[in-house]
């Protein structure tokens, strides 16, 4: 846990793997392992494992995925963190790595992978314990001639200073990247960086900051999403008395990022200890935002979709396609013309053995979906590569 966040918040972490929904989008691939598609249900396509096999890497606590890549983030708890990139060939998902990145830092039991998000060309990894938990975040890109084995740009904690968290969430789209702080100009406070590409490159400073517009230690951009000209970051509200938790959209004009919200959406329920906010994701004009400490931490998730003039609950997402989980297992949503059906259209069960942590970490796109399980094997970790 980082140094500075308050105790009562060390749920909240674990909370960000309770139920959380990722978007959607590309093609199926040749199914290169496992089950038959049973009843169309999920087809298993790929199992990963850790390539190092050592109890404690956490491999699949964070992963990604864009058009025919998947990416692994292994933390490294007792070790040397490391992401791993899988690109899809014409006979499937490889087993082991396409490529394989170490942390720029070397430091064991530091956290390079506890965040990656990848869009296109562009894959973002975070690390936010480095330098006393100052943090700092990695950009890769990709050319002709492949993954670079170095970081392209580094981006370091704007402010510097020990405790802030910076990388401890990550998001990409296109031309724009965006890291969370969520101890950004303490106490707790928290901010949000959003980077955006010029011609020469990537910047090694914020094109424009988010700072926090609510209560100290509401934990703001301990979660953050990205798509296009859209910004969302949450606040789970851990460690502020009596706040359930909110989320902040904000929508890129032509004079660039404000600096306040456009809109703020609060929790539906509006109890504290919700964690509305703790998970989130937003693609187009759709976004999901969990909301794991719902009655009881049976848990909630509530769709968004913008309409002119605003936002409005319960509609749809990228591609008409939803992930939602739990702890061990995930439900599949497809939107229909009449809108979100209120109970899973598939349900895809845990392959591994229990308390693995199957689905705490998940991503897909089009119908391609790739999910953690970073404790199986002693938290050695595995991902699993589904077609949906």
Not at 74 to 92: D, K, M
Request: charged share 10%; with cysteine; net charge negative.
């Amino acid at each position: 846990m980082p140094s500075r966040m308050p105790r009562a918040c060390s749920v909240t972490l674990v909370a960000l793997l309770l139920i959380a929904a990722v978007h959607v989008a590309p093609p199926a691939a040749a199914a290169s392992t496992a089950s038959l598609r049973a009843s169309g249900g999920p087809l298993l396509l790929a199992e990963l494992r850790d390539p190092e096999g050592l109890p404690g890497d956490g491999f699949g606590y964070s992963v990604g995925i864009s058009p025919h890549t998947v990416v692994i983030g292994e933390p490294g708890f007792n070790g040397v963190g490391h992401v791993y990139i899988y690109e899809q060939s014409a006979s499937g998902w490889p087993r082991t790595p396409t490529v394989t990145l170490t942390d720029p830092a070397g430091l064991p039991r530091g956290t390079f992978g506890w965040s990656v998000a990848l869009s296109g060309p562009t894959l973002v990894v975070g690390d936010y314990q480095f330098s006393s938990t100052s943090g700092i975040a990695y950009v890769y890109s990709h050319t002709s001639s492949g993954w670079p084995a170095s970081p392209t740009v580094t981006l370091h904690d704007p402010e510097a200073t020990g405790g802030d968290g910076f990388g401890v969430a990550v998001a990409v789209s296109g031309n724009t990247a965006l890291v969370g702080a969520y101890g950004a100009g303490g106490p707790f406070p928290g901010a949000a960086y959003l980077y955006s590409r010029a011609a020469s490159g990537w910047p090694a400073s914020p094109t424009a900051t988010l700072p926090n517009p609510g209560p100290p230690r509401d934990l703001f951009a301990l979660s953050v999403a990205l798509s296009g000209a859209t910004a969302v970051v949450g606040a789970c509200g851990c460690g502020a008395p009596g706040y359930p938790g909110f989320a902040y959209i904000y929508s890129r004009g032509t004079s660039g990022w404000p600096s306040t919200p456009t809109i703020s959406l609060y929790d539906p329920v509006s109890t504290q200890g919700d964690l509305f906010g703790a998970s989130l994701t937003v693609s187009g004009d759709t976004m999901i935002i969990g909301a794991a400490g719902t009655d009881s931490y049976r848990g909630a998730a509530y769709i968004y979709t913008k309409a002119e003039g605003g936002y409005f609950g319960l509609a749809s997402v990228d591609q008409g396609t939803a992930i939602i989980s739990e702890y061990g297992r995930a439900y599949v949503y497809f939107e229909k013309k009449h809108g979100w059906p209120r109970k899973p259209n598939e349900l895809v069960t845990n392959p591994g053995g229990k308390r693995d942590g199957f689905a705490s970490s998940k991503a897909i796109l089009d119908s391609i979906a790739v999910m953690g399980a970073p404790a199986t094997n002693g938290n050695v970790g595995a991902a699993y590569i589904y077609q949906v």
